[in-house]
């Protein structure tokens, strides 16, 4: 038999990428394009669909013509993508209205508070599994009507329509014949009844977006429709869709009740498998689908930080203190043990467990010799606490956490990782493949093409390349996590 390979897709919120896996889960190909971050206001993150697009294009091909393939010869696509992060483009032309609102931006604050103080937190919380923060894509929907001339009645009209960016890419890939959403994307909207895993026409009225506007939300693996010819020199099925983080959770095979996984990337999500069972947190965490197959969704509790390795970025390009991010490893190598300077990376507000959308960033306890590598560490140590805020808010709804596995760009730093089962407690696994994300979405595309029989076949293909065990005695580790809870107190709004 010839081997067959799909074609991942995974638009990020800093790069878009393609990657050609073969039929055993392994990377053959892959080209990259950074995405341009558009920052109109303070709060404020954008992106050019059109940017989005084209580097999608772009990347296909140039994956393919690294792999040498015949696209002809793909056995499907899988997309995946940066969640929430919404559009809204016109049904006639395709064109979009206004830029993609990103999921890091702020702007709807306003609105979720007041939707708070009227009283709604708890209906949204109950049918969607999610909290009213401007995190999520309801709001900027409703934003972009209510600030683009024209657009609501547009919209009342039926006339345009309205996606996260895999439904974009759908769109477009399809030549505008399918306008659909995955569950797990779906899920994220503060419009959909996880529970049914239907849009709920009670949200929609108070959040005033008309059901018009709403894609149809369809499994995460199946024929969900079939590439223009014109795009990749061949009709493609597009047979899988994800959220990079339910993506990168399949890639994980975290597929039985009680695996965790955290993907470190611009910024960190873990999600905990909890089976066929929506479990509401008690400690503010999300509750939300983790994957639909034939109609049965699974679902997950997850813990969402808004910044990891923008933290990082933020030393290269704001305080210029390195040239590259993997630079960090060699200055935080220096700083003083015990040097008890903390920062926490509230950039864009606080996630989970905190919501606190108004807080800012901080770096407390400077000290007459501290330089460069403790504010260094200080940064990456940052990543570490923030997981345990949302370790120990999972394991308070219940979870058992045995074992943590980790993927994205930040996992190649062998120190961190350490720091990281240091700080937990747990040990932490990495994959031999980090691109899980990617790979997840091969996967569900692979499970529709019968590349794979079943979930339990993919998870045999997961390799460990290493496991980080902790090493720090646990007196040490609970002082170092007291100064980081006394810091973000610091920082908080109210
Ligand atoms: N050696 C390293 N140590 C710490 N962080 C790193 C290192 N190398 C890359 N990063 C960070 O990893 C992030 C890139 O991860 P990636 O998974 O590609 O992000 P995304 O999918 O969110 O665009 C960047 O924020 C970068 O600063
Ligand atoms: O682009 P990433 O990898 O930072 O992921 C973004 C998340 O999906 C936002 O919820």
């Known amino acids: 038999m010839p081997v067959r390979h799909v074609l991942a897709i995974d638009q ?8 050609v896996f073969d039929d055993t889960g392994r990377p053959v190909a892959s080209a990259q394009k950074e995405l341009p971050q558009i920052f109109p206001k303070s709060g404020w993150v954008e992106h050019d669909p059109e940017e989005i697009w084209s580097a999608t294009v772009e990347v296909c091909r140039g994956a393919l013509a690294k792999a040498k393939l015949d696209p002809k010869a793909l056995a499907g696509i899988g997309i995946t993508n940066q969640r929430e992060t919404t559009i809204v483009w016109d049904r006639a032309t395709g064109k979009p209205i206004h830029n993609a609102i990103v999921w890091q931006d702020r702007r709807t604050a306003d609105r979720c508070t007041v939707l708070k103080n009227d009283g709604h937190e708890k209906l949204f919380t109950d049918r969607t599994g999610l909290l009213l923060d401007p995190y999520f894509s309801g709001t900027k929907i409703a934003w972009i009507l209510d600030h683009v001339a024209g657009a609501r009645a547009a919209a009342e009209k039926g006339a345009l329509a309205a996606g996260t ?37 009670e949200l929609m009225k ?25 795009i990749l020199g061949a009709a493609v099925p597009i047979l899988g869709m994800a959220g990079d983080q339910q993506a990168a959770t399949v890639g994980q095979a975290c597929i039985k009740p009680g695996m965790v996984k955290a993907t470190y990337g611009t910024g960190c999500f873990a999600l905990l498998n909890t089976g066929s069972i929506a479990v509401h947190s008690r400690h503010r965490l999300l509750t939300t689908i983790a994957y639909q197959l034939d109609g049965r969704r699974t679902y997950a509790l997850e813990g969402s930080i808004f910044i990891a390795g923008a933290a990082v970025q933020w030393l290269r390009d704001g305080l210029k203190l390195i040239e590259k991010s993997s630079d960090v490893e060699k200055v935080a ?5 015990g040097h008890g300077v903390y920062m926490v990376p509230a950039f864009v507000g606080l996630g989970a467990p905190h919501w606190d959308p108004e807080a ?65 407690g747990t040990p932490v696994e990495r994959p031999e493949v980090t691109e899980t994300t990617a790979l997840g979405a091969a996967f569900l595309a692979g499970l529709a093409a019968g590349l794979w029989p079943s979930l339990e076949a993919l998870s045999e293909t997961w390799v460990l390349d290493r496991a980080f065990k902790p090493a720090e005695d646990s007196a040490a580790r609970d002082r170092r996590y007291a100064g980081w809870k006394d810091a973000v107190r610091r920082v908080r709004s109210g």
């Open 165 to 201: 960016i895999e439904c974009f890419l759908l769109w477009r890939l399809t030549g505008g014949k399918v306008h659909a959403s995955d569950a797990t994307n779906a899920s994220r909207s503060l419009l959909l009844d996880i529970r049914k895993g239907t849009w709920d026409a």
């Open 333 to 337: 190598a220096a700083a003083r043990d």
């Open 12 to 19: 990020g919120t800093t790069s878009t990428r393609a990657i």
């Open 206 to 230: 108070i959040l005033g977006v008309p059901a018009s506007m709403l894609p149809k939300v369809v499994d995460c693996s199946g024929e969900l429709g079939v590439a223009d010819a014109k």
């Open 360 to 424: 800012r960033a901080a770096i407390l306890g400077l000290t007459r010799d501290s330089g460069p590598g403790e504010i260094a560490a200080a940064t990456l140590d940052s990543v570490c606490y923030q997981t345990r805020d949302l370790l120990e808010a999972m394991r308070g709804d219940g979870a058992q956490i045995d074992e943590l596995r980790v993927d994205g760009g930040m996992v190649v730093n062998d120190p961190l990782m350490q720091r990281l089962a240091d700080t937990v």
